[in-house]
């Protein structure tokens, strides 16, 4: 099966950078996504890593290691509204493309 | 931009009652997805749907769950006997046609409430 490990909470200072961690085990390997969810609200597609290395997207950035089952996200420049949960997520590997989401990481973005 | 919307935002019912939550997924995307999520937990999911008819579903999706494509727009998620622990939001996911690996987009989800 599928299982991701991610820390239940960060806390951090705006204008400061911080990294979420996501380790994963799974029979077959289609990606490493990240998603932000407000309170109550839906999950929104932040990155996805495929192969080895470091994807940026303005602020955030994503990277992954395949032989280490590992990827991180960055945030840079973090401001109050990145206050939030953060998920990294995997493709099951047959062929109807579910998620399989981690736990989830809550970061307190604090003045 | 496009994207998926769903009603109602929240439903609250007595236990045993049925329940239907709506999804309307981006047009043109062709692979259908539910999940719940119980408060405070991770993202979890139910059912695929591609080509008309369930392609995987979760331990989750027992026979009190059942999906439907009524027209080419909708897609529904219909519980037939709540329980109490069906309380969850339910967040319905699209993706583009050429590939079940595409990006899935969510919509604001349904906060379902059993008592």
């Known amino acids: 099966g599928q299982s991701l490990e991610q820390p239940s909470e960060v806390t951090a200072v705006e204008g400061a950078i911080v990294q979420i961690n996501c380790t994963y085990q799974?029979?077959?390997?289609?990606?490493l996504s990240w998603y932000q969810q407000h309170d109550g609200g839906a999950p929104t597609f932040l990155s996805y890593n495929a192969l080895d290395g470091l994807e940026e997207t303005g602020r955030f950035s994503s990277f992954l290691s395949r032989s280490d089952s590992y990827g991180y996200l960055l945030l840079q420049e973090l401001q109050m509204k990145d206050s939030a949960s953060y998920f990294c997520a995997v493709r099951d590997p047959g062929n109807t493309g579910k998620l399989i989401f981690g736990q989830g990481t809550t970061l307190q973005v604090k003045p | 931009e496009p994207e998926v919307t769903q009603t109602p935002s929240h439903q609250v019912t007595q236990m045993g009652q049925e329940v239907i939550l709506r999804c309307v997924p981006i047009s043109n995307h062709l692979y259908f997805y539910w999940y719940r999520q119980i408060l405070g937990q991770k993202v979890e999911f139910l059912v695929s749907?591609?080509?008309?008819?369930?392609?995987?579903k979760s331990e989750i999706f027992d026979d009190q769950f059942s999906v439907e494509r009524p027209d080419g727009s909708n897609f529904t998620l219909k519980i037939r006997s709540t329980k109490l622990e069906d309380s969850a939001m339910y967040f319905c996911?699209?993706?583009?046609?050429?590939?079940?690996?595409?990006?899935?987009?969510f919509g604001p989800g349904t906060r379902l409430t059993v008592l």
């Open positions: 996911a699209s993706s583009a046609g050429d590939s079940p690996y595409n990006e899935q987009f």
């Open positions: 749907f591609y080509n008309n008819e369930i392609s995987e």
């Open positions: 799974t029979s077959g390997f289609y990606g």
